[in-house]
């Protein structure tokens, strides 16, 4: 069973450009939000993360927009580079229970084209 | 380099065969996970341990499959009599065991059965 369904499978936007990622959820119990990035090669690393308490958080380049209602959230690249080509994973876990338990999103192939 | 690192990086065996995957952690955490990614998904949990204990097993880990962590430090996996199914990348992931958590994921063991 897909818990976090991610959206678009893969994804060609023009360096400088904004690229757009999306996710949603069904589990309820759910209430930590990371993404990860992961290059070829290399395990996933962890780009940035939301609780649902709050509706946007930004660093840098990269932001994350989370609609509880929606059971939905997105992360936005700005002025996309080059470098930020690789797959990225929304992932979510409840924080109860002590420890996370990740359940991510199927990944999204971007690429960044000069 | 202080990360999590795994061993083999690569594996390639016939199917029937055992295999053994390898993964230290970073020094000071006591939380390991095991995943597995499968080509265009995103990982999926296997197994978790808090320091040697071994605390939640995901149903996609069969009685073919085992983990240990005999002195809370390094972690093996064993897969027993290998199927072409269980091709896919091995990953690791540590943690220092806090709430809202980091996972550091190793660069994983890529698994082809023939």
């Known amino acids: 069973q897909q818990q976090v369904k991610q959206s678009p499978q893969s994804l060609i936007v023009q360096k400088g450009g904004i690229s757009i990622i999306n996710c949603a959820y069904e589990?309820?119990?759910?209430?930590?939000f990371p993404w990860y990035q992961q290059f070829p090669g290399k395990g996933p690393a962890l780009l940035i993360a939301?609780?649902?308490?709050?509706s946007e958080k930004k660093e840098g380049r990269f932001t994350i927009s989370f609609n509880k209602s929606a059971k939905q959230f997105s992360l936005h690249i700005m002025d996309s580079q080059p470098g930020d080509s690789a797959t990225y994973f929304c992932?979510?876990?409840?924080?109860?229970?002590?420890?996370?338990?990740?359940?991510f999103g199927t990944g999204t192939k971007l690429q960044v084209i000069p | 380099d202080t990360g999590v690192s795994q061993d083999p990086r690569h594996k390639i065996t016939k199917r029937g065969q055992n295999v053994t995957f390898r993964c230290d952690p970073i020094?000071?955490?006591?939380?390991l996970y095991w995943y597995r990614q499968t080509l265009g998904q995103g990982p999926e949990f296997l197994t978790y341990?808090?320091?040697?204990?071994?605390?939640?097993k995901s149903r996609l880990l069969s009685d073919r499959f085992s983990a240990e962590r005999p002195k809370g430090s390094f972690s093996t996996l064993e897969i027993q009599r290998t199927e072409q199914g269980d091709s896919a990348m091995y990953l690791c992931?540590?943690?220092?065991?806090?709430?809202?958590?980091?996972?550091?994921f190793g660069p994983g063991t890529r698994l082809l059965v023939l």
């Open positions: 939301i609780r649902p308490d709050v």
């Open positions: 341990f808090q320091n040697e204990a071994q605390l939640e």
């Open positions: 992931a540590s943690s220092l065991g806090t709430i809202q958590e980091t996972q550091y």
């Open positions: 589990n309820t119990a759910f209430d930590y």
């Open positions: 992932a979510a876990t409840p924080l109860g229970g002590g420890y996370q338990k990740v359940t």
């Open positions: 020094s000071e955490h006591n939380r």
